[in-house]
């Protein structure tokens, strides 16, 4: 490859660059701090910056944002510490997903037959009920299916059929997923 000849062609960040800068400077040092828990200032911070979040988001220290103006993130979703959404392209996460901790969402990547390794994005679709284990990767134009489980330390490079739990590197299906409801009745006794 030739990373003499390499540009971004068309591709730009989706901000103007002021606002870029406030996210880098500001922004985003508050959503990925440590010293400050708590999970509202955070939603607070990436709304101000563009992302569309709904009810009761829990979002853990350490977690970071490329452009918050490219996410979309439904209610009662869980972003463990340490996780990465690198969103070069949108990121859509619907209600009741669970990532947890240092799993990395990549929207990026780059063509290896190119000789000017030519920037590739495309977006990912993690859909409602579905968890990303600790550690797992999720790559460009993944769609998770409703209810799927991606394990420990998988790799997703192509997208997973709902309510299907998977492992690996890459992530293969393993088994179907059952989800067993708890009776109200149950949980009063």
């Not at 463990?80 to 996460?93: M, P, Q, S, Y």
């Not at 993690?126 to 968890?131: A, G, M, P, Y």
């Amino acid at each position: 490859m030739r990373l003499d000849q390499y540009t971004i062609g068309t591709y730009t960040p989706g901000a103007p660059l002021w606002k870029q800068v406030l996210w880098y400077y500001i922004g985003s040092p508050l959503v990925k701090c440590h010293w400050l828990p708590m999970s509202d200032i955070k939603v607070w911070v990436l709304r101000l910056f563009g992302a569309q979040i709904g009810l009761k988001v829990r979002i853990k220290p350490g977690v970071r944002v490329k452009f918050p103006w490219r996410l979309t993130i439904g209610n009662y979703v869980w972003i463990g510490e340490d996780c990465w959404i690198d969103n070069l392209a949108h990121v859509t996460i619907e209600s009741h997903v669970c990532l947890s901790q240092n799993t990395y969402l990549c929207t990026g990547n780059h063509d290896w037959n190119d000789t000017a390794f030519k920037l590739s994005i495309a977006p990912i679709h993690i859909q409602e009920t579905s968890w990303v284990a600790a550690k797992s990767i999720v790559g460009p134009g993944v769609t998770i299916g409703k209810g799927a489980v991606l394990t420990l330390g998988s790799v997703a490079v192509q997208s997973l059929e709902p309510m299907t739990i998977y492992s690996g590197n890459p992530a293969r299906p393993i088994k179907k997923r059952k989800i067993r409801e708890v009776s109200l009745q149950r949980m009063s006794s």
